[in-house]
């Protein structure tokens, strides 16, 4: 964690990142995280990095120990409407406006930041490997898309959700072939559109 510099002059940054753009199905989730410098977390890192175990003690420990944090999301209407890029920015946006303290300054993965953010925000490219706020926000947005995925797969179990957590793999495709479209799908996703212009 020690490549980034951080802006200097803010008492209160943010961390901001997105999980679930690439999937067919539900929301994009996003997560803000004020980090409280005096109650340090050890082993942050990228959420794609860790185990599925490692991921829920440290969310855990993010929810106690952090000074601030908040869940945003755009649902696949959101997603079909706005594309997947902007819902993921409207996201990130409802992320920081959750927020129970306002950040000074606001850090985004990536290489775009929100465009209607009214706080001082850069884009960090591999954010999520490089800052520890960022960190924090993708382990936090992971764990609660994850949920909602396992949550889906109760209800439809012959979806196979809590396997490829909404992705596009063949096994999902496959599944999407022979029980058809949920209202939950994105219906602007290509393998999605596909299917509908197939009915």
């Known amino acids: 964690m020690d490549k980034f510099v951080y802006p200097q002059g803010y008492a209160l940054i943010a961390g901001v990142d997105e999980v679930g753009r690439g999937p ?32 829920l003690l440290l969310a855990e420990e993010i929810k106690q120990k952090a000074l601030a944090w908040a ?15 902007h819902a993921s920015m409207l996201a990130m946006e409802r992320a920081v406006k959750h927020l129970k303290i ?27 490997a490089l800052v520890a706020e960022i960190s924090a926000a993708s382990i936090l947005a992971k764990v ?7 949550e889906l797969d109760q209800q439809y179990p012959q979806y196979a959700f ?27 996703f290509a393998p999605v559109k596909k299917l509908l212009e197939s009915l």
């Open 24 to 55: 067919l199905v539900g929301a994009v989730v996003t997560a803000a995280v004020i980090l409280d410098p005096n109650n340090p977390i050890e082993g942050l890192a990228d959420s794609k990095k860790l185990s599925e175990k490692k991921r």
């Open 71 to 85: 869940l945003g999301r755009a649902e696949p209407h959101e997603i079909d409407e706005l594309n997947i890029l």
């Open 102 to 128: 306002q950040p000074h300054f606001v850090l985004v993965d990536g290489n775009r930041i929100p465009s209607n953010l009214s706080i001082p925000a850069q884009a960090v490219v591999k954010g999520d």
């Open 144 to 150: 609660a898309r994850d949920q909602e995925m396992l």
């Open 162 to 188: 809590a396997q490829h957590k909404g992705y596009p793999t063949k096994l999902h495709l496959e599944k999407i072939a022979e029980f058809g479209l949920l209202p939950q799908y994105r219906r602007s």
